[in-house]
């Protein structure tokens, strides 16, 4: 599967941003989805992961702000995120793994946002 991650800017501290993800050459319904995140000077981070049924979690540091949600008919997934912070900026990556592995195997280029104070 091809993943192209999309959606990010220039967002003041408060403000929201939705990130999509497209998906290409498999169905999206197939995989297990993460969001991770990557700080300058910083190690990527797991921000969520949306099963194949559905079922969301998210790190503590964005739990309550950030939403993630897939679109199956349309092979994408998406992240909202909402009351954004100064140290939200990043580069966000979404990736896809399958029922076989705990590890993801399939990462999209990237997306950068940033926050403004």
């Known amino acids: 599967v091809q993943l192209q991650a999309s959606g990010g800017g220039l967002v003041q501290a408060g403000g929201s941003l939705k990130l999509s993800c497209a998906a290409s050459?498999?169905?999206?319904?197939?995989?297990?989805m993460g969001w991770f995140r990557q700080a300058p000077g910083k190690e990527r981070e797991f921000v969520g992961s949306n099963t194949r049924s559905g079922s969301t979690n998210y790190a503590d540091s964005v739990k309550g702000r950030f939403t993630i949600a897939r679109d199956n008919a349309k092979n994408t997934l998406y992240l909202e995120m909402n009351t954004l912070k100064p140290e939200d900026t990043a580069i966000y990556y979404c990736a896809a793994r399958t029922i076989l592995t705990a590890d993801y195997g399939y990462w999209g280029q990237g997306t950068l946002v940033t926050v403004s104070s």
């Open positions: 050459g498999r169905r999206l319904r197939d995989y297990h």
